[in-house]
């Protein structure tokens, strides 16, 4: 069964089993991460079973419309500031992205399915998974109403506590949502499916542990049909969301998928991604593919048969292909990256996590500035553009360390990118969180855009972080176009070209920032304001600046200063 998106999320058919990847609340969303690979991916397995699927992709729509801040939220605002248009910009509005839950009850009513799962990936994203089983129950009282995904697996009891929800499923939803399925139809118990909570009629809960495929081989391809692949194209070519494997062996701290999590690390072949992304070619003509794994590049040999695969599949003319969730310094070599380019790739997503030493005995990750490094070096050879990532704001983390790690990047060629700590269940910083007191108490401020960790002097000194951020690769992208970073100038708001383009007017706050350490945007009237940032850590930034040298993401070294 499909589903025709841009009738109101409007079933052809009636179905046996609805799935549904509910809208979202934040200030912003990357859409093309959004893709509901797992729902899709669950909807190949049931219909191998003889089940009639149909999918609610509430995501599957470019609108989205401006919300209050959530009660309790208001010192965001001060922090994020007024609505920027210059290229130091953050978030300014609360926005409510995709269907309504109206158009979402609508859709559900007159399904006719017996069972509908809803996906519940993050956490913080609780309250719209909920509120989806809410007008799901409300659509099609009949109807089981079950949630899947990260949260319900790691946190059964808090939604179960809700009375639209019926039970929820731990681990992968593949190994549970069919059980279940026919355990309803068949009228069998529902204690014996595993990796099932639910509730008991004497009000306790039955909760069973996480359930997982052990052969990732042995599922069929996704149901690409049930994706509106147009919403999610880039350059008019549609974009695919692949998984080669699941879990990761490394034992990071902040990551809910690693060693301590208890999720197995398990991979699939090359032979069955490359049907996988075949499949996927028939009904689509592919452009961009996102690796989603942990560790893509973990098993060399192996990844090198994929990037051979992939080259000999696409020809001359491959997808750009990315792993946006990062990859591993220290599992690239030359060899990996020469093969890199060919296959697609045409940029590294780099994880760095800190270049500060304390820090990486506290994240349980290596040294990897010399495989950094490496990498780069590399990178350059075969033409290829790098992204470092970086973490600021978890337990304990100094944020003066996390301005030398810009700084670092700042003489390294590669762009800067900044991820706000986020406390994930099932991670070890997690759990150090809770034992320690330290989780908002309201779940939904978890999130990293509502900046999660500590008092209102470390929430300012991330903004002021993500802004420096943005400060160093516009600095770059000075360095890449022009060929030279503009000298440090008063801001004067007679001298401001309110018509000039943005870079233009980029240029000119930027020289301000040089000057005076003064963070600065401006309205859509062109009128220059400042932003509220920690002064220490602006001046410590244009500190290292001046005594060392910056590099652009594709040419040029020059010093600044």
């Not at 069919?178 to 009000?203: C, S």
């Not at 692949?229 to 080669?244: C, D, E, I, K, P």
């Not at 990498?375 to 030398?404: E, F, K």
Request: proline share 7%; net charge positive; aromatic share 8%.
């Amino acid at each position: 069964m499909t589903v025709n998106t841009q009738k109101a999320l409007a079933l052809t058919a009636p179905v046996d089993i609805l799935l549904v990847q509910p809208p979202i609340r934040d200030f912003y969303l990357t859409a093309k991460r959004t893709l509901p690979g797992g729902l899709i991916s669950i909807a190949a397995v049931l219909r191998a079973e003889g089940f009639k699927v149909g999918l609610l992709d509430a995501l599957a729509r470019g609108k989205s419309r401006p919300l209050d801040l959530p009660r309790g939220w208001q010192d965001l605002a001060g922090l994020y500031g007024p609505d920027d248009q210059s290229p130091f910009a953050l978030f300014n509005r609360y926005r409510h992205f995709g269907y309504s839950l109206q158009s979402l009850g609508d859709a559900m009513r007159g399904s006719g399915a017996f069972l509908i799962g809803i996906s519940s990936l993050f956490s913080p994203y609780e309250e719209m998974a909920l509120a989806t089983a809410e007008i799901a129950k409300a659509s099609c009282p009949d109807a089981t109403i079950v949630l899947g995904g990260h949260h319900p697996t790691a946190l059964p009891e808090r939604l179960l506590a809700h009375p639209a929800v019926d039970c929820v499923l731990r681990g992968d939803g593949e190994a549970t949502l069919p059980l279940l399925a026919h355990a309803l139809v068949h009228r069998r118990p529902l204690e014996k499916v595993p990796g099932i909570g639910m509730k008991r009629t004497d009000g306790r809960r039955h909760l069973t542990p996480p359930a997982y495929v052990e052969d990732l081989n042995q599922l069929p391809p996704p149901a690409f049909d049930l994706v509106d692949a147009s919403r999610y194209a880039r350059n008019h070519l549609s974009s695919l969301l692949v998984t080669t494997s699941r879990g990761c062996p490394l034992d990071c701290t902040y990551c809910c998928t690693g060693a301590a999590s208890g999720i197995p690390y398990r991979r699939r072949t090359v032979d069955h991604v490359m049907h996988e992304i075949a499949r996927a070619a028939d009904h689509m003509k592919i452009g961009f593919i996102d690796f989603e794994d942990e560790n893509i590049s973990l098993k060399r040999d192996w990844f090198l048969s994929l990037l051979d695969a992939i080259h000999r599949f696409f020809g001359a003319a491959p997808p750009e292909l990315r792993a946006m969730n990062g990859l591993h310094p220290a599992t690239l070599d030359e060899r990996i990256i020469a093969r890199m380019r060919p296959a697609g790739f045409k940029t590294l997503n780099l994880s760095v996590g800190t270049f500060d030493a304390g820090q990486q005995q506290r994240f349980r990750r290596p040294d990897l500035r010399a495989h950094f490094d490496r990498a780069l070096t590399a990178a350059g050879r075969h033409g290829l553009t790098a992204v470092g990532y970086l973490i600021a704001g978890s337990p304990g983390q100094r944020a003066h360390s996390v301005v030398d790690d810009l700084l670092a990047l700042a003489r390294r060629r590669v762009l800067a990118a900044l991820s706000i700590f986020y406390p994930a269940p099932g991670s070890r910083d997690f759990d150090w969180c809770r034992r320690h007191d330290r989780l908002p108490e309201d779940i939904a401020r978890w999130r990293s855009t509502a900046l999660p960790m500590g008092a209102a002097p470390d929430r300012l000194a991330s903004t002021t972080l993500l802004r420096l951020t943005r400060i160093l690769n516009f600095m770059k992208a000075c360095l890449d176009q022009d060929g030279e970073i503009p000298m440090p100038a008063p801001v004067r708001v007679e001298n401001f070209d309110t018509t000039g383009d943005r870079f233009a007017k980029g240029r000119h706050l930027l020289q301000g920032f040089l000057y005076d350490g003064k963070i600065r945007g401006f309205d859509r009237q062109g009128r220059i304001f400042a932003h509220r940032a920690d002064e220490e850590l602006a001046d410590r930034f244009r500190a290292g600046l001046d005594a060392g040298s910056i590099q652009g993401a594709r040419r040029g070294c020059r010093k600044v200063g």
